[in-house]
């Protein structure tokens, strides 16, 4: 497989987060994807993105336990 954005065939399977936001809220989904080690663009199967679906509509609907893993502050600039 080459990249399509760099052409590289340096493509590996590696874990990464995606991001669901809810309101202020993000949700961060370890999930499983081909990433180029050169250039960093993810390839995701259909089922990854199926499940990626099927995560949103879980978290809009509060229907998937949450783990609270930090807190993020904004800084008021004048």
Not at 8 to 33: F, W, Y
Not at 47 to 72: A, C, F, N, P, Y
């Amino acid at each position: 497989m080459k990249c399509v954005i760099c052409k590289s065939t340096d493509i590996n399977t590696k874990m990464v987060e995606e991001e669901i936001r809810r309101g202020d809220d993000i949700v961060l989904v370890p999930i499983e994807v081909l990433v180029c080690a050169n250039c960093g663009e993810r390839y995701y199967s259909r089922s990854t993105m199926h499940r990626l679906e099927e995560l949103k509509t879980k978290v809009r609907d509060q229907s998937v336990t949450l783990e609270s893993v930090g807190k993020i502050l904004r800084a008021k600039v004048a």
